[in-house]
């Protein structure tokens, strides 16, 4: 017997580019046989269009619509789901977190971490556009819990350091650099000891002139 071909193509109309796939073999009945089962499977898992043709009239032209199962889900489950996310990632206020405690702040970070971790995972699987969204929200809040969590550490740290005489350098003004390095006034008023005696003794005149 000589040899048969079999060409299976699969075209996929979403993306309008056309993938074949050829099978040669002198034993038809088994080899073509599998060649149409490993091209069925492999059409239905992606979801393509598959046209069998066979090479001599050995096998007649047959088409066969591969769908992909569109499978409803639950809506109360996915109600839940939908209002659970939609609530972690609301805009949070500055001015709300304040009033928590360090615990709960802690906890409410690292859901928040999670949750970005998640939507990055999403993004590279090629995730929902409304989940790539939400990326950008999730880092605000991410960036408002930990500016709240330092800010009150650093007026906790201004109580206990109240009165004293030093304080620690990330409690001090900041001001400028120039600021930080300049004399006191003191400093500034301050002259050696001749120079004190030298103005004592010849002082500044003060004339007037006499009408």
Known sequence: MRPKEVICFCADAAESRLVSFRFV??????????????????????GLGMVLGGGGGALATAKVIAKKKQTKPN???????????????????????RGQSKGDL???????????????????????????SKIKVVRKNIARVLTVIHQTQLSHLKEANKGNKHIPLDLRVKKTRAIRRALTKKQLAGVTEKEAKRNAYFPMRKYAVKA
């Open 75 to 97: 809506q109360k489950t996915h109600a839940t789901h939908q209002h659970q996310h939609t609530q972690s990632t609301a805009k949070l206020k500055a001015h709300e977190l």
């Open 106 to 132: 802690t906890k409410q970070l690292t859901d928040l971490k999670n949750e970005l971790t998640a939507l990055r995972v999403a993004k590279v699987t090629g995730g929902a556009p409304n989940k790539l």
């Open 25 to 46: 073999s002198s034993r038809l009945v088994v080899k073509v046989s599998t060649a149409i089962c490993w091209a069925e499977s492999s059409c239905r898992r992606s």
